[in-house]
């Protein structure tokens, strides 16, 4: 006996009306997290001291690649205010700023053979910043720059030792 035919699944079309539900169900959800507060406290504090950088290209480097993460200067954008994105910006934000602060160079801050290493490698910034921020995309000059001008300021205005 030949098998049976099997069953051909119609994966299209969805009823209109399921799709008009998931849609309304995203909406829902999408405004209901707007209501965690996590993100949504956007704060600069203020600058106890700036990093002395060296003349030259590498703080214009840092300020578009390195300064919203890794200072009190962050720009706040649009997208920062919406969740889920709120919620990324922040933890990355709070995450940068524990690990590098520019605008608190009389606190310990990692050793520069580190940070010369995470942006030579490509580490820094990181993807996410990169596919919001074209400026952060560092040719492998602007990378040069910034590692020389990084190994200038430690030799020229270190930080107080101490960070890791």
């Known amino acids: 006996m ?16 399921a799709l008009r539900l998931a849609g309304l169900g995203a909406l829902a959800v999408l405004l209901l997290i707007q209501l965690v507060p996590y993100g949504h ?42 969740a889920p994105a709120s919620w990324l910006v922040q933890h990355d934000v709070e995450e940068g700023r524990g690990a590098l602060n ?33 400026s952060a995309r560092l040719s492998v000059k602007e990378k040069e720059q910034l590692v020389a001008a990084i190994t200038h300021l430690y030799a020229t205005d270190p930080p107080p030792p101490g960070g890791d």
């Open 2 to 17: 030949p098998p049976a035919p099997r069953e051909e699944r119609k994966w299209w079309p969805v009823p209109r009306r």
């Open 41 to 82: 406290a956007h704060s600069n504090p203020p600058v106890t001291l700036a990093a002395k950088w060296p003349p030259g290209p590498g703080r214009q480097i840092a300020e578009a690649g390195c300064y919203d993460c890794h200072s009190n200067l962050t720009n706040w954008r649009w997208y920062s205010k919406v």
């Open 102 to 134: 520019f605008s608190e160079w009389d606190k310990p801050q990692p050793d520069d053979g580190e940070l010369t290493e995470k942006v030579s490698s490509g580490e820094m910034p990181p993807l996410q910043y990169k596919l919001m921020h074209g």
